[in-house]
Each structure stands twice: as C-alpha cells, then as structure tokens.
C-alpha cells in the first residue's frame, strides 16, 4: 500500500479470512443465518452467509471473560528494594509507582477472567531472571513488566515524556539503547548470565511477533484510554534488548508509563483517576491481543 504520509492499519483473521483495516476494534464473530429463516426458504445456506463487517463495539464483558478465564498474566513492577529506579520529579521513586500501578492492574485483570501472578507485591529486590522465571513457572500467556522513564539529564526533563510499549530484540537504535541501559542496569550480574556475546541468540521469531502484536494493542488501547481526559504524547512501539525480558519463554512487553522526571507527567501518574485511564487501556488492550490471537 502506498500513501503520501504514514497510517495504521488492523488486521483481524476469521476463518478463512484476513480482514485488513482502518479500524481499531477487531472481529469478533461472523454472522450466522438465524435457524427459522433457514427453515422458511430453499435457498442454499451458503447464499445467506453475511460478510463481516469491522465492529465498532466493544465486546460485551460476558464474552471477554469466557475468553480470557485460562490466560495467565504474570506483572513484573520494575525495580524494588534497593533498587529505587528512577527518582523522578519531588524525588518520587519508580519502583513504589509501578507497584502500585501493577497491583491495580491486577485486580482489574481479575475482575476480567484473567489468572493474575506478580513478580512482587511489596517493596522487595527481585533479580532480572528470577522475574521471568515466576512467568515461565506458572507457564503464563503473556508477561508484562511495568516501569516509569526518566529523561537522561536536567536540561531534558521538560522535553521528554509520553508513553511508550517496548519488546524485546536486538535493536540497536540510540533512544532504544538509552531507556534500555537505564532499566538494565540494576542487575550487573545478569550480563554475566546471559553474556553479552550470546543472549541476543535466544530470540524466537514467533515470540517476537506476538510480542510486537501485543505491545501495538497495548500501546494503541493506553493512548486511547488516557486521551478521554489527558493531553499525552505517543512515544510508540519501539524494540529494545532488555534484560528483564530476555528470560521469558512466552510473549512480553515492557511498558513505560510516562517520564516520572516530568513534573506534568509526573504529577499525573500519581493522580488516581490517570492510573485509572492507564489500567484500563492496558487491560483493553490484552483483550482485543487476545482476541485477535487466542
């Protein structure tokens, strides 16, 4: 497709059927020819078959949570204990932002059919690897691990803010490889036990994909979440080699929730009713990923 400037599009796949579009919602189900109408006519079933149309309609909560009463979501708050993460604007932590954040989520994850698992549920350090070994433990679906950026210097922190959705590759892209050395540095010790020479190796083509899939969804749902009362910036889907992912047998995603260096930003992911709006596209945004791959 060719276009004088950039556009998004959806795919959705029903039966045999890839649907290309412009818009967001997925596909739920096809229609189907209602049984007495089948009874009253001679016409072959197969002329009464209805194209399928784009729904401009959230799934009915009864539905999502039949849907989603297997998956298994393990939540990775970033940082933790002595590990403080970023000090952002009034000298606020990372790592007691983005526990709160991933309990909240949690519960909303539940209260959605989801089965929920947390790295941490308290101000703890956890190492890199043993964050992905409570996913692949208990054989999750999809990790998602929390965090809060920080702009790299003072004359920056006005500048930098906005949300963003990360998974991991081998990018090598400056910005990528400046948030991806702020979250890995933690942890020294996991370059050691990975290498530097060969983690890049354990990368899953398939993994990457329905990660990518997922942090699209994610990061789209968030943005549109968040707008019904904010003004927010778009920091997009970028790839990074994150640690913290590395380890992670199944499909994951690191969310940055906003710069906690930005005194707006910063002052709006402590407000209650903002954490809502992300929770909220967060978890809209898991459901339409699984959705679109159950």
Same mark, same amino acid.
Request: hydrophobic residues 35%.
């Given at each position: 497709?060719?276009?004088?400037?950039?556009?998004?599009?959806?795919?959705?796949?029903?039966?045999?059927?890839?649907?290309?579009?412009?818009?967001?919602?997925?596909?739920?189900?096809?229609?189907?020819?209602?049984?007495?109408?089948?009874?009253?006519?001679?016409?072959?079933?197969?002329?009464?078959?209805?194209?399928?149309?784009?729904?401009?309609?959230?799934?009915?909560?009864?539905?999502?949570?039949?849907? *989603? +009463?297997? !998956? @298994? %979501?393990?939540?990775?708050?970033?940082?933790?204990?002595?590990?403080?993460?970023?000090?952002?604007?009034? &000298?606020?932590?990372?790592?007691?932002?983005?526990?709160?954040?991933?309990?909240?989520?949690?519960?909303?994850?539940?209260?959605?059919?989801?089965?929920?698992?947390?790295?941490?549920?308290?101000?703890?350090?956890?190492?890199?690897?043993?964050?992905?070994?409570?996913?692949?433990?208990?054989?999750?679906?999809?990790?998602?691990?929390?965090?809060?950026?920080?702009?790299?210097?003072?004359?920056?922190?006005?500048?930098?803010?906005?949300?963003?959705?990360?998974?991991?590759?081998?990018?090598?892209?400056?910005?990528?490889?400046?948030?991806?050395?702020?979250?890995?540095?933690?942890?020294?010790?996991?370059?050691?036990?990975?290498?530097?020479?060969?983690?890049?190796?354990?990368? *899953? +083509?398939? !993994? @990457? %994909?329905?990660?990518?899939?997922?942090?699209?969804?994610?990061?789209?749902?968030?943005?549109?979440?968040? &707008?019904?009362?904010?003004?927010?910036?778009?920091?997009?889907?970028?790839?990074?080699?994150?640690?913290?992912?590395?380890?992670?047998?199944?499909?994951?995603?690191?969310?940055?929730?906003?710069?906690?260096?930005?005194?707006?930003?910063?002052?709006?992911?402590?407000?209650?009713?903002?954490?809502?709006?992300?929770?909220?596209?967060?978890?809209?945004?898991?459901?339409?990923?699984?959705?679109?791959?159950?």
């Amino acid at each position: 497709m060719d276009a004088p400037a950039s556009f998004e599009t959806y795919v959705s796949v029903l039966n045999n059927q890839v649907i290309l579009s412009l818009e967001k919602e997925p596909i739920l189900t096809q229609a189907k020819p209602k049984k007495e109408s089948v009874e009253k006519t001679s016409k072959p079933i197969a002329e009464k078959k209805q194209i399928p149309q784009p729904s401009k309609i959230s799934p009915p909560m009864a539905q999502t949570t039949s849907l *989603n +009463r297997h !998956k @298994i %979501i393990v939540i990775d708050a970033g940082h933790g204990g002595k590990d403080a993460g970023a000090i952002g604007y009034k &000298k606020k932590m990372e790592k007691h932002l983005v526990l709160d954040m991933a309990l909240q989520l949690g519960t909303e994850l539940k209260r959605r059919g989801y089965k929920v698992y947390y790295t941490r549920q308290r101000d703890v350090f956890i190492n890199l690897r043993d964050r992905t070994k409570v996913a692949n433990d208990k054989n999750a679906d999809l990790f998602i691990s929390l965090h809060a950026n920080a702009a790299p210097n003072e004359a920056k922190k006005l500048s930098m803010k906005g949300l963003e959705t990360f998974f991991l590759s081998p990018d090598r892209s400056e910005r990528s490889k400046n948030v991806a050395a702020l979250e890995n540095k933690s942890d020294i010790e996991e370059m050691d036990y990975y290498s530097k020479e060969t983690f890049l190796n354990v990368f *899953n +083509r398939e !993994k @990457i %994909i329905l990660s990518n899939k997922a942090a699209i969804d994610i990061q789209s749902n968030m943005l549109k979440s968040v &707008k019904q009362h904010y003004s927010v910036d778009d920091g997009g889907v970028r790839e990074a080699p994150f640690w913290v992912l590395v380890g992670a047998t199944m499909p994951s995603v690191l969310i940055e929730i906003g710069y906690i260096t930005n005194p707006e930003e910063a002052t709006n992911m402590h407000n209650p009713q903002y954490q809502k709006l992300i929770v909220q596209g967060i978890s809209e945004g898991l459901d339409q990923y699984f959705i679109n791959n159950p």
